[in-house]
């Protein structure tokens, strides 16, 4: 009889730890890079092609800054596959931190861009 309590008592204490466990959101991440972009097409293939990996849920890449932001789900991608998919496009992924990529896009906006000489390099 004692080791039927027991068991119980063993059985009720996991089944309360498991719910907690699955009850836990997985919280989302961000990670910032640095690139080489060199036009708009550069950014809109990087953007096009980072939309559809997994967890993705917001999306900045910005070719005057040569930044890219993405959040993305935690379980569900890591900074390392995401700069893999951009370096397989054939872009350069510099892991930066979100607040040198804040310090970045303020500098850009205010030395301003100028668009007239953009000049796309052949990728591999």
Known sequence: ?????????????????????FAQKKENKVVCFKSDMDCSECENTINEYLKFEKGVKDLKVDHASNTI????????NTDEKLA??????????????????????????EAGHEHNHEVHKERK
């Not at 992924?93 to 804040?102: H, L, M, P, S």
């Open 1 to 21: 009889m004692k080791k039927l309590i027991v068991l119980l008592a063993v059985a009720m204490f996991i089944g309360f730890s498991a719910n907690e466990t």
């Open 69 to 76: 932001f993405v959040e993305y789900k935690d379980g569900k």
């Open 84 to 109: 893999q998919a951009i370096k397989k496009k054939g872009y350069k992924a510099e892991k930066i931190t979100q607040e040198e990529y804040e310090e970045i896009i303020a500098h850009t906006h």
